[in-house]
């Protein structure tokens, strides 16, 4: 698929950060210009795919010459030892791409991997795992892509899809009746209004303005499965949803309460990179 413009810049300015416009003096001096080289992407640990055609992306901007060779699908389940990729082309290129492609699709299989992890451990409770808008400059689309590679959704994209009612905006705006009856008036009727509540009494007032959905932050245990009985009893269909340091000890007992939706940044923020290499099988 072909990358968008923001990709485009953020893969530029990651090479133009690693070449500052002087290239790769190793390769330049050490390979001959004339050396190709075939090569393949392979997991050193257990992983979830996803990424791969920002990593073509960066061979492409690197050298026209280069191929890139996907052996795996984005979504699938690795092992130390498996090959997401085939790499050809010459060899200065090549080299000169490696670190970007690496740091690229390392992190993003990390989060993939991440929200398997997340995916898995809510499994059978009815709760959907989903992203924030905690994500990387430039990475937004492909985490939030990686995150439905590992098997977990996407919160909103950014501050025009959805209205969010949080704590500041309820100071400013008056309350949680006030901010939630004037959004409501002014959103679309197929825009969803959100609002973040701490307690019964916010809960109370949320369902009474309008919410079609209310965001329980950090309420835990009984507390948390009292207001979900509560907003049940209130309005059957309103859509709940957890958040606030919810991490993959805590998530099982959050969505065991009758949440709908638990939003986590540790899908993208808190995902640790996985392990990637590539290993050269050189033809001059």
Known sequence: MSLD??????????????????????????????????????ARDEAVVSGLDVAAGVLTEVDGDLRFERLVMDGSAVA???????????ARAL???????L????????VATQARRFARAVEGTGAVMVDTRKTTAGLRLWEKKAVRDGGCGNHRFGLFDLVLIKDNHL???????????????AAPFAMKV???????AGLREAVAAGADIVMFDNVRGPELARLVRVARELRPGIIL??????????????????????????????????????????RL
Do not use: K, Q, Y
Not at 246 to 271: K, N, Y
């Open 5 to 42: 413009a923001v990709t485009l810049e953020l893969i530029r300015l990651a090479l133009r950060e690693d070449l500052a416009g002087l290239g790769d003096v190793t390769s330049a001096w050490t390979v001959p210009a004339a050396a190709r080289a075939e090569g393949f992407v392979a």
């Open 80 to 90: 130390p030892g498996d090959r997401l990729a085939r790499v050809e082309g010459p």
């Open 95 to 101: 080299l000169s791409a490696e670190r970007t492609m």
């Open 241 to 282: 949803e957890a958040s606030g340091r919810v991490d993959l000890e805590s998530v099982r007992g959050v969505a065991e309460s009758g949440v709908d939706v638990i939003s986590s940044s540790a899908l993208t923020a808190g995902a640790p990179p996985v392990d990637l290499g590539l290993d050269f099988e050189v």
């Open 171 to 185: 100071v400013a705006g008056g309350g949680v009746a006030a901010t939630v009856t004037r959004a409501r008036a």
């Open 194 to 200: 959100e609002v973040e509540v701490a307690d019964e």
């Open 103 to 110: 740091n690229l699709l390392a992190h993003l299989c990390g």
